[in-house]
């Protein structure tokens, strides 16, 4: 089932979750173990996040050094069929532009279709590890728009190989990443909005946000979305902070800033699990606060802080 079918039956806030598939050499069942305690809350829907092929230097025996391409954390397709088969609950594989050629792109979307699977998040990706700004593949596609046009054509039965006449439709719920706090590359929010804007014209259904730990950017974001005519639901993404070190990492990698009376908290805790309860109340008082406003989906970045998120959906239930 789409996300927005789940949305437009809801008669409460839904609850979903995001993964990351889990490190190679690691079996299915660590996914089970991680989404087991998950089910108790009957989430609508399990993103599974998309990582990219990394280069690494690997050194021989000789002491030179040899180029080897790793992909740290497959299977994204693959849990997300695994998921939905063993919990029959809707998953959302993240789909990305960076590392993918269009042909690529097509064969992962024929695969999902073939799968049942109903959703993709579109998105550009980051610049790989060893390049300054992102570089598209050769083939692929440079902005997530661009990709998102991909899936819309796909969802009207065209193909790549203009023979294929007719072909079958795959009709995919796509959904798109916003940024509260704008993306980093942006010149400013209003350049940013705008190619928002043009995500959602060319056919996104609904907004997935960056994490954020204000809740009055989320809501300043929803009321400028709706200004310039961004009529599509709005799912806030949330993450805890579980440590002290997270003050510098989140804003570093997610260029989101955290309120002062959140990072003075976190820096006067004495131990680490003064720490984890300050982050968990945090995030059970932004909830509960969103759940007032009436968005539609309460969307939880997992990112193994299993017990942490536990406690934080049992109190706004
Ligand atoms: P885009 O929408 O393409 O935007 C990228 C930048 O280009 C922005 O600054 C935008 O303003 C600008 N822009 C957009 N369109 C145009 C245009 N036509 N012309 C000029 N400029 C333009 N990354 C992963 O690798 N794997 C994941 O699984 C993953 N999951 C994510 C989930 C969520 C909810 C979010 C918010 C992000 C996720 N990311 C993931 C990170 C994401 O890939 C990065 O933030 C990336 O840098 C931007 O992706 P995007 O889809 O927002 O890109």
Same mark, same amino acid.
């Given at each position: 089932m789409k996300v927005t079918d789940h949305i437009a039956q809801a008669k409460d806030t839904l609850v979903s979750f995001e993964i990351l598939p889990p490190l190679? %050499?690691?079996?299915i069942n660590t996914i089970y173990n991680n989404l087991d305690p998950f089910m108790e809350f009957k989430p609508s829907f399990i993103n599974v996040t998309y990582h990219r092929i990394e280069t690494m230097f690997k050194k021989k025996a000789d002491g030179t050094f040899e180029k080897v391409e790793v992909?740290?954390?497959?299977?994204t397709v693959a849990i997300c069929a695994a998921i939905k088969n063993h919990y029959n609950v809707d998953t959302v594989p993240h789909l990305i532009c960076?590392?993918?050629?269009k042909r690529d792109t097509e064969d992962a979307l024929i695969d999902l279709s073939f799968l049942g699977i109903d959703n993709v998040l579109v998105l550009r990706g980051d610049?790989?590890?060893?390049?300054a700004n992102f570089e598209p593949e050769v %083939?692929?596609?440079?902005y997530a728009v661009d990709l998102q046009k991909q899936v819309d054509n796909l969802r009207n039965g065209?193909?790549?190989?203009?023979?294929?006449?007719?072909g079958g439709k795959a009709d995919f719920c796509i959904g798109t990443a916003g940024y509260p706090e704008k993306h980093?590359?942006?010149?400013n929010l209003e350049t940013d909005m705008l190619h928002l804007k043009e995500k959602v014209d060319a056919g996104a259904d609904y907004i997935m946000t960056q994490m954020f730990f204000n809740n009055q950017k989320f809501f300043d974001f929803v009321k400028a979305c709706r200004n310039m005519g961004i009529e599509v639901p709005i799912i806030p993404g949330l993450k805890p902070?579980?440590?002290?070190?997270?003050?510098?990492i989140l804003p570093k990698v997610f260029h989101v800033d955290i309120p002062a009376d959140l990072s003075n908290a976190i820096l006067k805790a004495k131990t680490d699990e003064d720490v984890e309860q300050i982050g968990t109340e945090w995030l059970i008082q932004q909830s509960k606060e969103l759940k007032a406003f009436g968005v539609p989906v309460l969307h939880y970045y997992t990112l193994g802080k299993q017990h942490v998120i536990l406690d934080v959906v049992r109190a706004i239930r």
């Open positions: 190679k %050499g690691k079996t992909k740290k954390r497959p299977g960076g590392g993918f050629t610049a790989a590890k060893n390049e %083939g692929g596609h440079s065209i193909y790549l190989e203009e023979d294929i006449k007719n980093f590359e942006a010149p902070i579980t440590n002290k070190k997270q003050l510098s």
